[in-house]
């Protein structure tokens, strides 16, 4: 069994992420390269299996080609937003109006014209994310925790706090549901993407590393139904 415990190099924004994509290079290339920033990442390879994800899962974006076999992305589009608000980046073959316009009618919350360079699609994702949860600034303050999500880093009455990759990624999905309850489900299906296998004991290991780092009271367990903080 892999222990999923992946010390990452880099810091890491982790949230889940799909990309729908009909060409295999760029495909793989774009899992690596968001898989190296530590998303999550799933992967389709046509319309009907990206539809089946999308719908099936809560992921934080979707990045989406325009072209793709079975459904193109439009249908795609257009029969996901019948049930979710999942921010996605379409991918378009050319920098048409029409396209633009098509996309943004159709629910598509952000373009990118191919080909493009990697840290703009970065860069647009962490927009795409920050957007949709309403996070407008790249700050969340929680009591005397400070987070920056866009230098991840963070600290607790002003003094610098070390976290591991995944404990930034757990705080920062916590942070963006500050008042709600997440459960247990969620938090598995964010930190770990589809490939991985996880030990059913590694939630409570992060837990209560955060807690230790940030103050017992910070996570709070609900009993039954997952954690919450203040
Ligand atoms: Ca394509």
Redesign the pocket.
Known sequence: MTIPYRESRNPTQNMRLLIV???PDLLAGLARALRKQGYAVDTAADGEDGLYKAASTDYDAIVL????PILDGWQLLARLRQSKTTPVLMLTARDSSADRVRGLDTGADDYLVKPFDVPELLARLRALIRRSVHQARPTIDIGDVHIDTAARTVTRAGEPVTLTAREYVMLEYFAMHRGEVVTRTALYEHLFDENEATLSNILDVHVFNLRKKLGQEFILTRRGHGYSIA
């Open positions: 994509e009909d060409e080609d325009v072209m793709l």
